[in-house]
């Protein structure tokens, strides 16, 4: 390739940029091995408790939470951090822990910005 006399890139620069560019894959899998694992979040935890978490979003009393819809599930809130296909995943709530894709807690709320809360 033959740079023009108004460019500015150098062939240090762009030498350099070819490298990080053959680095990056390596350097995202060593980021997600170093990734810390999360902790399964426990019902009983004082912190769950209080918001009602539960690993299976159909146990939830509608008549006691009439708030709660059965549709309701941890992987469809917009603070679950997992995968569509992922069993547990992240929560923003409760960080460092991870949640069961079917529980269900009282800040769920509906990454459908169209489905009623
Ligand atoms: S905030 Fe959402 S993802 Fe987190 S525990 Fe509650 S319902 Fe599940």
């Known amino acids: 390739m033959r740079l023009g006399p108004t460019c500015r890139l150098s062939?240090?620069?762009?030498?350099?940029?070819?490298?990080?560019?053959?680095?990056l894959p390596a350097l995202r899998s060593s980021d997600a091995a170093a990734a810390p694992a999360l902790t399964p979040l426990d019902p009983k935890e004082p912190a769950a408790a209080s918001l009602g978490y539960t690993t299976d979003s159909a146990t939830v009393d509608g008549k006691a939470i009439p708030n709660h819809a059965p549709d309701q599930k941890c992987a469809n809130c917009v603070q679950f951090r997992g995968a569509a296909s992922d069993a547990m995943g992240g929560c923003a709530i409760f960080p460092g822990r991870s949640v069961a894709a079917n529980g269900w807690c009282k800040l769920w709320a509906s990454t459908d910005s169209s489905m009623p809360e």
């Open 11 to 23: 062939r240090r620069s762009l030498i350099q940029g070819g490298l990080a560019a053959a680095l």
